[in-house]
């Protein structure tokens, strides 16, 4: 082994780039699929993308003096053909394509057959507003279909626990590209289900990736699954400006994975300021209710008392005018005035023919009474 002659990494792939580059066929050929994942570098003016045919894809750049040629912008689903040759980018080791023109044929099969799928769950109502559910408030458990490696999951547990530590984040662990990720999904979707400890609300979630990566969760029997949930759910796939099928179809789209968790989980400690506040505000609301209450009584009773003391004081001079008028026409008033009255045997005396001589009699003056005997009776 020690007298095997060797070569460093760097040394490799610049030969392997040198072969790809002065093969006959390789150094200037038309290549033919389907755009996906182009972007375009707005300090450099390059193209990248992918080519694909629904089986493979490779990458490709076009660099600005052969974009500034086109006279139209490269678009994801297009079919093309792409005059090109084949290149091997030294640092990462990847061959491209290194693109001199592109021709448009026209719409790509996989682009065809995302718009009918679209066209298909659209025509039964999957992405109609009216059918989106309200997430729940205050969820005890959330099921989380995603990678179980990996920062998503670190993210939405992370984020959870912070906001409310009582929320359980159940894990339905699949794979999130290639060709089994729509047949794990699908089942985790099933076992949810299934699944006894009835969790409230579902998250799809994904890391960012390309078009290619991403392209699964456009599949129409996981998003006609994911709709057949008895509980609401959240997609949060790729990244803000990526857009799939089940994003259409989701009670709520989140623009990534940690956003997700924050619309799902209300901040406990937020929601605990906010009610201290709302207490204080009804508290002092009520304090100055009582308040006004109490100066309002304050207030009636120093008018009752004041009411009650002129009624009191009308009272008492009433009282002393009748007593005044009663004792105007009281006979004793009479009586100083040097007149008397007579009774006998309890009866008042009012005419000379109810007495007798030797009857007794009893006269009343104003300051005492007489005990008399009558000798004579005259004018009877």
């Not at 003016?45 to 052969?66: E, L, P, Q, W």
């Not at 076992?191 to 009835?198: E, K, P, V």
Request: hydrophobic share 40%.
């Amino acid at each position: 082994m020690a007298n095997r002659e060797t070569i460093t990494v760097s040394a490799l792939n610049r030969y392997v780039k040198a072969l790809l580059e002065n093969d006959e066929i390789l150094s200037q050929v038309w290549v033919e699929g389907e755009l996906s994942d182009v972007h375009v570098h707005l300090q450099s003016g390059h193209i990248y993308f992918k080519v694909t045919d629904g089986n493979a894809s490779v990458r490709a750049v076009m660099f600005r003096s052969y974009a500034e040629r086109l006279r139209f912008r490269p678009k994801d689903g297009m079919k093309v053909m792409i005059a090109c040759r084949v290149t091997l980018y030294e640092k990462g080791g990847d061959y491209q394509l290194n693109a001199f023109d592109i021709m448009e044929v026209g719409v790509g099969k996989r682009q065809t057959e995302l718009e009918q799928a679209k066209a298909r769950l659209a025509a039964d109502g999957l992405f109609e507003q009216s059918r989106k559910r309200k997430l729940p408030e205050f969820p005890a458990k959330i099921s989380v279909i995603t990678s179980a490696t990996g920062a998503v999951i670190r993210d939405i547990q992370n984020v959870c626990g912070r906001r409310d530590p009582l929320t359980e984040i159940l894990l339905y662990p699949v794979y999130v590209q290639g060709v089994f990720a729509v047949d794990a999904i699908i089942d985790a979707v099933k076992a949810i289900c299934r699944d006894t400890r009835g969790s409230e609300l579902v998250i799809f979630a994904r890391g960012g990736g390309s078009a290619d990566d991403l392209w699964i969760f456009n599949d129409e029997g996981l998003v006609r699954a994911a709709c057949a949930l008895p509980v609401p759910f959240i997609s949060a796939v790729g990244h803000e400006t990526d857009f799939t099928l089940l994003d259409f179809a989701a009670d709520l789209r989140a623009p990534t994975p940690s956003a997700a968790a924050e619309l799902a989980v209300p901040d406990l400690g937020q929601k605990v300021t906010e009610a201290s506040a709302a207490v204080s505000q009804i508290r002092a609301m009520l304090s100055e209710r009582l308040e006004s209450h109490r100066k309002g009584i304050k207030d009636a009773m120093l008018q009752a008392d004041s009411a009650a003391s002129v009624l009191a004081q009308r009272k008492r001079d009433a009282l002393g005018r009748a007593e005044a008028e009663l004792d105007s026409l009281s006979p004793l008033r009479i009586l100083t005035r040097g007149y008397a009255y007579v009774t006998s045997q309890g009866k008042n005396i009012r005419s000379v023919r109810q007495v007798s001589a030797g009857d007794g009699l009893r006269v009343t003056l104003s300051d005492g009474t007489l005990d008399c005997t009558v000798d004579e009776v005259m004018g009877k």
